[in-house]
């Protein structure tokens, strides 16, 4: 495995690979890698010739007030879950790289930046599709993969891809829980014991939202009251019912949707989601 930062270089390295007709697998990330990373990694490394996995903590995602600074760096940690998963090269680029002084281009999805994670985060999208629309351009995948939980992101990256013409598939995993049903993400790193316990709620609420679409229920305002009443003794972002592709909200369920929550718990701002299809 190789690890390479500058973007040039990453470029022929990933040109020489498809000269060599081989297809390459990408799961971008910020590190801090977890078993949900992990899946994306194997996935990315079963289904194409090369796998890559980009390493870094995107500054244009994160708002004066966030965790820029205090987000986790376990770059020798991460490194090894990445050759363990198969990847065969790692870009990890300098912030110096991706934003040159005198940068002013930014990737905007209009309308789906606008709604769940986008109120409170009104900045993030825009930083998220930039950084993603630079590396697509930068490792020139075929495939690029991506999790569930972050399912407004993989909504956004897929619109970008389609409208901006990237030759690449948007792949979409399915959430790794833990044990007990936490949704794996880096910020768990931030919850103490206690917020451990409590952070359940959210994964409990959405449970009972699908035992209810299981059982038949289909009003939107049913579903969202059964994940707030778990989710009620914590600070709470949003739970909402929307369209999957288009994130509309809906009063009533039909076709896929999109079910989402996300609460601040201690320092970690938690999200989770279930996707549900009418047959």
Same mark, same amino acid.
């Given at each position: ?40 990694? $194997? ?70 930046? $606008? ?80 917020? $451990? ?71 970690? $701002? ?10």
């Amino acid at each position: 495995m190789i690890v390479i930062a500058d973007p040039n270089e990453m470029r022929a390295w990933s040109r020489q690979q498809r000269r060599d007709g081989k297809s390459i697998g990408f799961v971008p990330t910020m590190g801090a890698l977890h078993e949900g990373h992990a899946s994306l990694m $194997r996935a990315a490394s079963d289904a194409n010739d090369v796998g890559i996995a980009s390493i870094f903590v995107n500054p244009a995602q994160f708002a004066p007030h966030e965790d820029f600074a205090a987000y986790p760096r376990t770059f020798e940690a991460d490194s090894a879950m990445c050759e363990a998963c198969g990847i065969q090269a790692i870009y990890a680029p300098k912030a110096a790289d991706v934003y040159p002084q005198g940068y002013a281009t930014y990737v905007t999805v209009e309308a789906l930046d $606008r709604v769940l994670c986008s109120r409170s985060r009104p900045h993030f999208f825009r930083g998220v599709a930039t950084v993603v629309c630079k590396l697509f351009n930068v490792v020139e995948p075929d495939r690029a993969y991506f999790g569930q939980k972050d399912a407004q992101q993989c909504t956004i990256i897929k619109r970008m891809a389609r409208d901006l013409d990237f030759a690449i598939e948007i792949v979409e995993m399915p959430i790794v829980r833990e044990p007990d049903g936490l949704a794996m993400s880096s910020r768990n790193k931030y919850l103490t014991g206690d917020e $451990r316990v409590r952070a359940l709620c959210i994964s409990r609420g959405l449970g009972k939202a699908q035992s209810l679409l299981d059982a038949g229920e289909r009003n939107a305002a049913t579903l969202v009251d059964a994940v707030r009443a778990e989710m009620q003794h914590e600070q709470i972002d949003y739970v909402e019912l929307v369209d999957a592709e288009t994130l509309e909200p809906l009063d009533t369920v039909r076709g896929t949707i999109l079910l989402a929550a996300a609460a601040q718990i201690g320092k970690a $701002r938690l999200i989770d989601n279930i996707k549900y299809k009418v047959a």
